[in-house]
């Protein structure tokens, strides 16, 4: 789906994204008053960070690269750590 539509449909931004970079799970950065209200870069991307890499990566809304299976296995893993 496009950023347009995605604008137009007014859905939220997906939790969890792939990092281009190393391939590790990306968590979606959100406003801390709100925790609802997801961070934009200055160029209007949203930020997530990455689990794998430890660092912040921006990805144009319609552009996120979502892998549900990716993102269950990786919180399986921190649930059952704890």
């Not at 007014?10 to 970079?21: F, G, R, V």
């Not at 160029?43 to 430890?54: E, I, S, T």
Request: proline content about 5%; aromatic content about 4%; charged content about 25%.
């Amino acid at each position: 789906m496009g950023a347009e539509a995605r604008t137009k449909m007014n859905l939220p931004a997906p939790k969890h994204s792939l990092c281009s970079h190393d391939h590790g799970l990306g968590v979606l950065l959100v406003d801390i008053k709100t925790e609802m209200i997801p961070r934009k870069d200055r160029r209007g991307n949203w930020q997530y960070y990455c689990l794998k890499g430890h660092h912040v990566f921006g990805i144009p809304s319609g552009e996120v690269i979502v892998s549900t299976e990716v993102a269950k296995a990786k919180e399986e893993r921190v649930t059952s750590m704890v």
